[in-house]
């Protein structure tokens, strides 16, 4: 109980870290980070996303990209304003902690643009592109897809918040920071001074914008102080509930009736869907009845299929590779819960 407490913790920490590093960004970087930090799945790879990733001779990786895949559908490519941004984020740091050290590395270690092609090369150093990694497990294409086309940075900052906290939902537990918090979360610190003026220009809009288009909302609750002078009681809080928007999704995602190829790769992308069906040989229905097992991995642990292409070439030598196959994949569940758990084995 004490290590999943410590686990959490560090999961918020990890989440308020890069929340408030995109701030700075502005619309367009926290786009681009978005984007980013969907590179490193590699379980979205395939034709359906707009950028290549290639690993380099130093372990650094290169994603290339279009720079109209940043914008939201419909704007036109403002290169001068796109490359401006890039640029400020060249100067931004991460940081990385372990148990052993803390390392301060670039966020981005070097980009090149080639004048008249729109499209630019990011190269980002192995430390930054693990952090990315974990920041984005169980990431799907479709909601980086709804993120870039948010029209505010409150908006992609909130989308964020809920839907990396989406487990709240499971426990019945808000998110709740302080007025002056969640001011610093939202880059507000020296804007609008009334707390209920914040509240209406910052919270209100957001949650309107992701009721319409996003596949993860919220909504909220102002706590004000059990202490009372003059007037009403001062808001020292505000709470923030994540909850799902069905409508926004892919239609079909969650209908049995519809469930198919295209469905599998939605769920857990396109590399491991088209390994599990083309080379292992597992039917739609095979994968429909494993798919609890192959979401928690995905969600648990990440990266879905490198685990396949490690464990099918044994699996396939036994009297049953299939059941071999998610058998493992069972035991790797179950020993990394153990692990957060410090259980003994």
């Known amino acids: 109980m004490i290590n999943d407490k410590i686990e959490k913790k560090k999961m918020i920490a990890q989440t308020m870290q890069s929340v408030t590093a995109r701030k700075e960004f502005g619309v367009f970087g926290q786009r681009l980070f978005f984007r980013l ?14 950028f290549t990733v290639e690993p380099r001779f130093d372990d650094s990786m290169a994603v290339t990209l279009p720079i109209s895949s940043i914008l ?14 890039v640029k400020q984020l060249m100067g931004k740091v ?40 974990n920041l984005g497990k169980g990431l799907r294409h479709y909601y980086v897809d709804k993120a870039i086309n948010l029209s505010s940075k409150y908006s992609m900052t909130f989308y964020t918040l809920v839907s990396e906290q989406k487990d709240l939902i499971k426990n019945g537990r808000p998110l709740q920071y302080s007025v002056t918090e969640w001011r610093r979360i939202m880059d507000c610190l020296d804007k609008y001074p009334d707390t209920n003026m914040f509240i209406r220009r910052v919270f209100q809009p957001a949650k309107e914008e992701l009721d319409r288009s996003c596949p993860w909302s919220f909504t909220y609750t102002a706590v004000r102080s059990s202490k009372v002078s003059r007037g009403k009681p001062r808001i ?3 709470q923030v509930w ?26 857990i992308g396109v590399g491991a869907a088209d390994y599990l069906i083309n080379t292992c040989g597992f039917s ?22 490198k685990f396949l292409r490690l464990k099918w070439p044994y699996a396939r030598k036994e009297e049953n590779p299939k059941k071999c196959l998610m058998g493992a994949l069972k035991a790797e569940i179950l020993e990394r819960s153990r692990r957060k758990a410090g259980l003994d084995y």
């Open 37 to 50: 930090v969907e590179a490193t799945q590699i379980d979205l790879r395939g034709t359906s996303v707009p």
């Open 72 to 85: 939201p559908d419909g704007d036109r490519v403002n290169y001068t304003k796109a490359l401006r941004d």
């Open 94 to 133: 991460y940081e990385v902690d372990n148990d052993e050290k803390v390392a301060l590395v670039p966020l981005l270690a070097r980009v090149d643009y080639t004048k008249g092609s729109g499209v630019i090369r990011v190269i980002i150093w192995p430390e930054v592109w693990r952090e990315l990694h």
């Open 236 to 238: 020292t809080s505000i």
């Open 242 to 267: 994540p909850y799902r928007v069905p409508a926004n999704e892919p239609a079909g995602i969650h209908e049995e009736g519809k469930f198919n190829a295209d469905t599998i790769r939605t769920r």
């Open 284 to 305: 739609v229905d095979e994968v429909r009845a494993n798919m609890p097992k192959l979401q928690a991995y995905i969600d648990d642990i990440g990266d879905l299929e």
